[in-house]
């Protein structure tokens, strides 16, 4: 094996002027001077940096202080609304029982009241229907009264029309001056109420003195001017339709008859009675009172 081999060095020929030299130490001198402004700079952003720090720290912790006093201040005021809310949730309890007290005591009452309407309406129909009973039962005591008196009537009536019928056989006729056909002539008033309760005419008595002024009957005007008591006999004028007629001595119960513009049929008068200066009688006029026209 042979021996290492050695290491050849090249010396470099000598050069002209060295200017390099020069130009590195100027770069070393700016560069420390470069370094020794980046340093104070450096330094003097710490030195701000420090400060807003410290000022921003200050800031926080005021901050914090102020959120830590409003924290505090609104906790107090929520828990004393929470109280005044509990205070007043318990007040309406204590008010919400005594009105449901209060409301039992008032439907106990309204019960009570009611019991007691509806115990006093039991009464008051218990009463109406022992009042129906003895209506019943006089109202039944009654129809059996009336029947009696029913058939007391219906005896009663048969009797007033067999005394009619017996009266109106025995009522004297007449044949009018004006009417052919025959009149039924009451002399009394027992006649007169048979004739009425015919109800074929209507009938008005009168009572006539002597005294030179027409005596107004029904419908008519009637002026006594002589009465003879002794023969039975009379004068009268008849007023009617503003026309006036004199009938001269007529004699009792004989019919005087006579026709106005209200009726078919004619008025009759007849005098029962005959004294001094004074005649009673009736007049009688027709039911239907239908105006004769041009007759």
């Given at each position: ?31 420390g001077a ?6 104070v ?14 000022k ?6 005021a ?13 107090q005021q ?9 205070s007043?949730l ?21 019960v ?5 309407k ?5 009464k008051?129909?218990?009463a109406?229907?022992?009042?129906v ?26 009797a007033?029309?067999s005394?009619l ?7 004297k ?7 052919s056909h025959?009149s ?8 007169l109420k048979?004739?009425?309760e ?9 009572t006539?003195n002597k005294?030179?002024?027409?005596t107004?009957?029904?419908?008519v ?18 007023t009617?339709?503003d026309?006036?007629?004199e009938?001269?001595?007529?004699t009792v ?18 005098v ?12 009688a006029?027709?039911?239907?009172q239908?105006?004769r026209g041009?007759?």
């Open positions: 094996m042979g021996s290492p081999q050695q290491p050849t060095y090249i010396i470099p020929p000598p050069s002209g002027p060295n200017w390099k030299t020069p130009l590195l130490i100027g770069a070393l001198v700016l560069l470069s370094s020794i402004f980046q340093f700079q450096l330094e003097k952003v710490r030195s701000d940096s420090r400060a807003d720090m410290q921003l720290t200050g800031d926080v912790n901050a914090i202080e102020r959120m830590k006093i409003d924290s505090n201040e609104q906790v929520s828990r004393r609304s929470v109280d005044t809310l509990q007043q318990k007040q309406q309890q204590m008010q919400a029982q005594a009105a449901v007290g209060q409301a039992k005591v008032d439907a106990q009452r309204k009570e009241a009611l019991q007691e509806v115990a006093q309406e039991q008051l129909q218990e109406a229907i022992s009042q009973k003895a209506t019943a039962d006089t109202a039944a005591t009654n129809v059996a009264s009336v029947t009696t008196d029913v058939g007391a009537v219906k005896t009663d009536l048969g007033t029309k005394q019928e017996a009266t109106v056989a025995n009522l006729r007449a044949t009018g001056e004006l009417d025959s039924l002539i009451a002399t009394n008033s027992t006649e048979a004739l009425r015919l109800g074929e005419r209507n009938y008005a008595e009168f006539i005294n030179k002024q027409f107004r009957v029904a419908d005007s009637i002026e006594l001017k002589k009465a003879d008591p002794k023969k039975n006999r009379f004068t009268i004028e008849i009617a339709d026309k006036t007629v009938k001269k001595d007529r119960n004989e019919p005087i008859q006579f026709y106005t513009s209200k009726a078919r049929q004619p008025y009759e008068i007849v029962n009675s005959v004294k001094k200066d004074v005649i009673t009688g009736y007049l006029t027709p039911k239907v239908t105006g041009g007759d």
